[in-house]
């Protein structure tokens, strides 16, 4: 079955970095665009960033745009978020998502804390 794993949060300072990780089986991994999202304490998960199967385009969205890099290694059958210049406001549980055969799947998260 769809399995996606995430992994590489942890607590960082103001202005610091995190690459997240996202392992992916039990799907043809290069066959389907995959995305970021999290969601904070007491707010609605929101998407960060999504990549398309060939990795060739990436979105991001306003609020880390120019800070985060998505990624992915269509080889390993995984998934990266390099997160830069990391604030306050990028606290939140990270999810890896895919949508697959018409269902969405979702990891289980990794929490970020971005804090001094």
């Known amino acids: 079955q769809v399995q996606l794993v995430e992994s590489g949060g942890g607590l960082v300072q103001p202005g610091g970095s995190l690459r997240l990780s996202c392992a992916a089986s039990g799907f043809t991994f290069s066959n389907y665009a995959m995305n970021w999202y999290r969601q904070a304490p007491g707010k609605e998960r929101e998407l960060v960033a999504t990549i398309t199967k060939s990795g060739g385009n990436t979105n991001y969205s306003h609020s880390v745009k120019g800070r985060f890099t998505i990624s992915r290694d269509n080889a390993k059958n995984t998934m990266s978020l390099q997160m830069n210049s990391l604030k306050p406001d990028d606290t939140a549980m990270y999810y890896c998502?895919?949508?697959?055969?018409?269902?969405?799947?979702w990891g289980q998260g990794t929490l970020v804390t971005v804090s001094s």
């Open positions: 998502n895919a949508y697959v055969l018409g269902r969405r799947y």
